[in-house]
């Protein structure tokens, strides 16, 4: 076994017979949030530093920043400052931020946006429903909003890619009128009725224009 192999699991094992004593002790008496929070802490600390000195490891990474993410949540929780009906969207965001990490460390790999994106998405929309923010027809316009705004980002990209703008335009609109029947359905009917006099209001002129034009047409047909 080399060096490096008995470093990580000197560490690794480490950690695992920490959390094991820290659990029986559990068992006995309340240890309290913060000794859970201290411990998650220096061992996420721990482990990154075990990673600073091989950064091929990305495992350690990943290690690392879970710890870290878990003694925060821990702390907030302790603290009152994160309620429990956003503990979810604590843990959606914290799942993101590594796929958006490993996209900016490499450009080329554009699919991580795509399991970011949506657990973002999803994220902001779990405190909007419990603010009020969003009732149930708003709910269904943002996720066919939130649906809909990776095929405009497709096609602004590239514009050769107008195929995006189809999926993209019907979730778009299916999405609009929920939106605009929440705010003000009363209203539609009578604006439906309007626009449909003045397009039948407006046929009327147009087709008067056009037969004045037939019927020129048709004196010209008859002179020799």
Same mark, same amino acid.
């Given at each position: 076994?080399?060096?490096?192999?008995?470093?990580?699991?000197?560490?690794?094992? $480490? !950690? /695992? %017979?920490? =959390?094991? +004593? *820290?659990?029986?002790?559990?068992?006995?008496?309340? @240890?309290?949030?913060?000794?859970?929070?201290?411990?998650?802490?220096?061992?996420?600390?721990?482990?990154?530093?075990?990673?600073?000195?091989?950064?091929?490891?990305?495992?350690?990474?990943?290690?690392?920043?879970?710890?870290?993410?878990?003694?925060?949540?821990?702390?907030?929780?302790?603290?009152?400052?994160?309620?429990?009906?956003?503990?979810?969207?604590?843990?959606?965001?914290?799942?993101?931020?590594?796929?958006?990490?490993?996209?900016?460390?490499?450009?080329?790999?554009? $699919? !991580? /946006? %795509?399991? =970011?994106? +949506? *657990?973002?998405?999803?994220?902001?929309?779990?405190? @909007?429903?419990?603010?009020?923010?969003?009732?149930?027809?708003?709910?269904?316009?943002?996720?066919?909003?939130?649906?809909?705004?990776?095929?405009?980002?497709?096609?602004?990209?590239?514009?050769?890619?107008?195929?995006?703008?189809?999926?993209?335009?019907?979730?778009?609109?299916?999405?609009?009128?929920?939106?605009?029947?929440?705010?003000?359905?009363?209203?539609?009917?009578?604006?439906?009725?309007?626009?449909?006099?003045?397009?039948?209001?407006?046929?009327?002129?147009?087709?008067?224009?056009?037969?004045?034009?037939?019927?020129?047409?048709?004196?010209?047909?008859?002179?020799?």
């Amino acid at each position: 076994m080399n060096t490096q192999s008995k470093k990580y699991g000197l560490v690794l094992g $480490g !950690l /695992l %017979i920490v =959390f094991g +004593v *820290l659990a029986l002790l559990e068992t006995v008496t309340d @240890l309290g949030a913060w000794v859970w929070v201290a411990v998650l802490t220096i061992g996420g600390l721990a482990v990154y530093g075990v990673y600073a000195t091989d950064r091929e490891e990305k495992w350690l990474l990943i290690i690392s920043y879970a710890m870290l993410a878990v003694a925060g949540l821990v702390a907030l929780l302790t603290l009152g400052v994160l309620d429990d009906p956003y503990v979810a969207t604590y843990v959606l965001l914290a799942i993101a931020i590594p796929f958006l990490a490993a996209f900016l460390f490499d450009r080329t790999r554009w $699919g !991580l /946006l %795509i399991p =970011f994106y +949506v *657990l973002l998405a999803v994220g902001v929309m779990v405190p @909007l429903i419990e603010l009020g923010v969003l009732d149930d027809n708003l709910t269904v316009t943002y996720i066919l909003l939130a649906i809909a705004i990776p095929f405009f980002v497709v096609f602004i990209r590239n514009t050769k890619n107008w195929w995006a703008l189809i999926p993209g335009g019907i979730l778009a609109i299916i999405g609009l009128s929920f939106l605009i029947a929440e705010a003000s359905v009363e209203y539609i009917f009578a604006a439906a009725l309007i626009v449909a006099g003045i397009l039948i209001v407006v046929r009327q002129f147009t087709k008067r224009e056009e037969t004045p034009q037939v019927e020129e047409l048709d004196n010209s047909e008859e002179t020799p």
